[in-house]
């Protein structure tokens, strides 16, 4: 299977703390994205990472990409009620094909 | 259009129906996918159009399974004889190109075979 993997599958913290999920994918990309999908609504942009690029940051958000591991990892800093959401990475190689990590559920109680 | 629009949200159909998706991308951009997330699950790649050709099908999961796109415009998911297992939520995305920033998601159309 082509698709990556998101850890943890689940996540739940207090408002204010920091929250970590991380991806890994399998095969060569150009590209990293990560999405956040609120419970019965469309998928949303969040940001993008590009192979060459080691650290990325938007806003509360921090991404890290690790070619060598095949990984990559997002932090929100200092969460609220609002983040809480399932969160995606989206690895887009050569085959011109996203591929789609199984997402962490991520909620923050107030 | 401002977004990504499928039509229709909601489709609820008989077993053994056709049914046929649509999905109105942003106006210029060349590359269009379709993706379908069953309940609970992550997204599955489905297909993707660079302009009105389809180099990737390796997703479709039977041959029931087809889409279309009409140059760099409206595209097409048809699902021949639908079953139970069909059901599912079927989210198109487009981008300006693959290289080029993020992809914009339609709302999805909420697909229910019973």
């Known amino acids: 299977s082509q698709q990556g993997e998101e850890d943890p599958q689940a996540l739940s913290i207090q408002e204010g703390e920091n929250a970590t999920m991380n991806c890994s994918y399998k095969t060569s990309i150009n590209n990293l994205q990560w999405y956040r999908q609120n419970s019965g609504r469309g998928l949303v942009h969040l940001i993008l990472i590009r192979s060459n690029e080691r650290e990325k940051h938007s806003g509360r958000l921090r991404v890290t990409l690790d070619t060598s591991k095949k990984s990559s990892s997002l932090l929100i800093t200092a969460s609220r009620a609002a983040d809480t959401a399932s969160y995606f990475c989206?690895?887009?190689?050569?085959?011109?094909?996203?591929?789609f990590g199984s997402g962490t559920q991520l909620t923050v109680l107030p | 259009g401002a977004g990504v629009s499928q039509s229709p949200s909601n489709k609820v159909t008989e077993k053994g129906k056709d049914v046929e998706l649509r999905c109105d991308p942003i106006?210029?951009?060349?590359?269009l996918y379709w993706y379908r997330q069953r309940l609970g699950q992550g997204l599955e790649f489905l297909i993707y159009f660079q302009g009105n050709s389809a180099p990737d099908k390796s997703g479709l999961p039977s041959d029931r399974f087809s889409a279309e796109r009409t140059g760099e415009s409206v595209s097409t998911l048809t699902i021949q004889r639908t079953q139970q297992e069909d059901s599912a939520v079927y989210l198109c995305a487009s981008s300006l190109d693959f290289e080029v920033g993020g992809y914009t998601f339609g709302s999805g159309t909420r697909l229910t075979v019973v």
């Open positions: 106006s210029g951009h060349t590359a």
């Open positions: 989206v690895s887009s190689g050569s085959a011109r094909q996203l591929t």
